[in-house]
T-cell receptor, first 118, second 109 residues
Framework: DAGITQSPRHKVTETGTPVTLRCHQTENHRYMYWYRQDPGHGLRLIHYSYGVKDTDKGEVSDGYSVSRSKTEDFLLTLESATSSQTSVYFC?????????????????FGPGTRLTVT | GQQVMQIPQYQHVQEGEDFTTYCNSSTTLSNIQWYKQRPGGHPVFLIQLVKSGEVKKQKRLTFQFGEAKKNSSLHITATQTTDVGTYFCAGGNDYKLSFGAGTTVTVRA
């Protein structure tokens, strides 16, 4: 498995509190992603990054912000958590330098963070 | 935006039987990727298809990309208990992917 860690792995928080999830990689991959996984919805892209300080929105970005100040770290922040943000959050990385696929853009996922907002 | 749909959502299979899961896109894809997620785990990359009509095999798994590059399938022969999990297809353009909702496979021994 690629060197990707997520912290915390589990978190319970109250509605209205801010929450920050961290993704750390040791692979020096250019692209980093945050997904949420909910039953029946698969993996939905929240935000992604294509370089340090370069980020863009995914399909479910409302209520979330991200930052990437270093290649290895990608932070996801819920400014004011709501119960609808209870989910499992996965970080992923990719880079054209990998050769497991034809284009090299296969994604490698972290272990996930289970977030519960009460 | 791009949407990727997978059917069926659930597949209950008798051990030893074959099954197929299908993936359809609303737009033409430059490539399609398949991932497997074991229960309690994270998605793991299986394979990528890039050419129209491409077929690739990994042991008992056969992956196919449609001629119009808008659909794909995963066929598993002689299902084993190790095949349990959720299989996702993901279509995209280089570094950005749209994932289907997945097919969750359970196996009856």
């Amino acid at each position: 498995d690629a060197g990707i860690t997520q912290s915390p792995r589990h978190k319970v928080t109250e509605t209205g509190t801010p929450v920050t999830l961290r993704c750390h990689q040791t692979e020096n991959h250019r692209y980093m992603y945050w997904y949420r996984q909910d039953p029946g919805h698969g993996l939905r892209l929240i935000h992604y990054s294509y370089g340090v300080k370069d980020t863009d929105k995914g399909e479910v970005s409302d209520g979330y912000s991200v930052s990437r100040s270093k290649t290895e770290d990608f932070l996801l922040t819920l400014e004011s958590a709501t119960s609808s943000q209870t989910s499992v959050y996965f970080c992923a990385i990719s880079d054209s330098g990998r050769r497991a696929s034809a284009t090299g853009y296969e994604q490698y996922f972290g272990p996930g963070t289970r977030l519960t907002v009460t | 935006g791009q949407q990727v749909m997978q059917i069926p959502q659930y597949q209950h299979v008798q051990e030893g039987e074959d099954f197929t899961t299908y993936c359809n896109s609303s737009t033409t894809l430059s490539n399609i990727q398949w991932y497997k997620q074991r229960p309690g785990g994270h998605p793991v990359f299986l394979i990528q298809l890039v050419k129209s009509g491409e077929v690739k095999k990994q042991k008992r798994l056969t992956f196919q990309f449609g001629e119009a590059k808008k659909n794909s399938s995963l066929h598993i022969t002689a299902t084993q208990t190790t095949d349990v999990g959720t299989y996702f297809c993901a279509g995209g353009n280089d570094y950005k992917l749209s994932f289907g909702a997945g097919t969750t496979v359970t196996v009856r021994a």
